[in-house]
């Protein structure tokens, strides 16, 4: 039944709903003396925010936050740290054409047949109004990863059939100076205007998430269940509309050779044990090796659209469904700090857990 909390040691719990009185998360783990700082947090939710730019959902939230526990004078205290993210525009009356009606591809139907009850408002749970939730959390354990000097970068790399052309080391100006966040601003260009065309056509489009991390230490990981990128992995698929998840050389790898796939090992000029190759992307044995850890993520269509859909009702009736209310023609763009806070909070989960890998750690 619960499946609120997330992470072993960096551990939050989100609550609330699309169109309640708010979204708030409770983490719990973070450590004593971390600077907690509001404007960055409030920075990174206004990155998710709806209604920032002309091609995502016009819902208008400010999505300010609010501290109430776990601080002192701004620093945090070692005590379970409380963000409230009060809801100010819902328009529930946009949905009760579906209160007893399936949308198709939602999750109106396995809410209902597994609760009971569904609050249709906005999707109530199922909403991806959540996830304000996460990226708070995320932009605290970012803080705290700062601290090591670990950087997490996320970009879309594609949305529908145009995909940007690859860019290395991309830059969070580049990726910030554009509505869609993609790192080359020509494809930039070509996905914003597909994605206008699709929403005048009433309709959808799904898209594609890159992710780097650089600096992260070597050791993090805990085989065998909790390997990184099984973590990683299940943070990026609790994600609502995610699809997919890869990293390294993921899918690409089966056409490769053992001896074209195997990162050659070598020492640089500090004396660290670095591959020149990195189709590990990062990680050997559920174990970071010290190079980038880079993944992808796909996100579907998402289900609302503004045409005639047939479904069915709670009684089993066919009914049509039609798209109304305020949404996102393609979520990748409000996707990416989503992306990048589940990143995040998984590293800092790890980074946590790491300081028990050996007896040297905890005796000095
Ligand atoms: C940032 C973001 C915004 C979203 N906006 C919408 C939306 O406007 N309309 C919609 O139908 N789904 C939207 N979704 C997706 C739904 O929340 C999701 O598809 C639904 O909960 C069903 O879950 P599933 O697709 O993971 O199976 C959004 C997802 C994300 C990540």
Redesign the pocket.
């Known amino acids: 039944m619960a499946g609120s909390t997330f992470g072993k040691i960096w551990q939050f719990t989100s609550f609330g709903e699309s169109h309640g009185a708010g979204i708030g998360v409770v983490i719990e783990g973070c450590p004593a003396g971390l600077v907690i700082d509001k404007i960055f947090i409030e920075s990174e939710l206004a990155r998710?925010r709806p209604g920032q730019s002309a091609i995502v959902?016009q819902r208008k939230e400010p999505d300010t936050c609010e501290i109430l526990s776990g601080t002192m004078d701004g620093i945090s205290t070692g005590t379970p740290l409380a963000i409230w993210i009060a809801n100010q525009n819902q328009k529930s009356k946009d949905y009760s054409h579906i209160a007893d009606k399936y949308?198709p591809?939602?999750?109106d139907y396995t809410y209902t047949a597994k609760y009971g009850i569904r609050d249709y408002r906005g999707?109530g749970r199922?909403?991806?109004r959540e996830?304000a939730a996460r990226v708070a959390a995320g932009a605290i354990a970012k803080l705290l990863l700062k601290h090591l000097g670990v950087d997490i970068t996320a970009y879309v790399s594609q949305v529908g059939h145009i995909i940007a052309p690859d860019v290395d080391n991309p830059t969070s100006e580049v990726i910030e100076s554009n509505i869609v966040r993609c790192a080359h601003p020509q494809a930039a260009a070509e996905m914003e205007e597909y994605i206008k065309q699709i929403r005048k056509e009433g309709n959808t489009v799904g898209g594609l998430i890159r992710c780097v991390i650089k600096g992260t230490p070597v050791g993090l990981g805990e085989p065998v269940y909790d390997r990184l990128h099984a973590d990683l992995g299940k943070a990026m698929l609790s994600?609502?509309?995610?699809k997919g998840f890869d990293y390294g050389s993921g899918f690409d790898t089966v056409t490769m050779k053992g001896s074209e796939h195997n990162d050659a090992y070598y020492t640089d000029d500090h004396g660290k044990v670095k591959t020149s190759t990195n189709y590990s992307g990062g990680i050997q044995g559920g174990i970071s090796n010290g190079m980038d850890i880079f993944f992808r993520v796909a996100?579907?269509p998402?289900?609302?659209i503004m045409q005639d859909q047939s479904s069915v009702d709670e009684t089993g009736n066919a009914v049509t469904v039609t798209g109304k209310g305020r949404?996102?023609p393609c979520?990748v763009p409000?996707?990416v700090p989503?992306v990048e806070a589940m990143a995040a909070n998984v590293l800092a989960d790890h980074l946590l857990r790491s300081k028990t890998n050996k007896l040297s750690d905890i005796i000095k």
């Open positions: 998710r959902t949308r591809s939602h999750a999707g199922s909403s991806a996830t994600i609502n509309a995610v996100f579907k998402v289900a609302t949404h996102d979520v409000r996707a989503i």
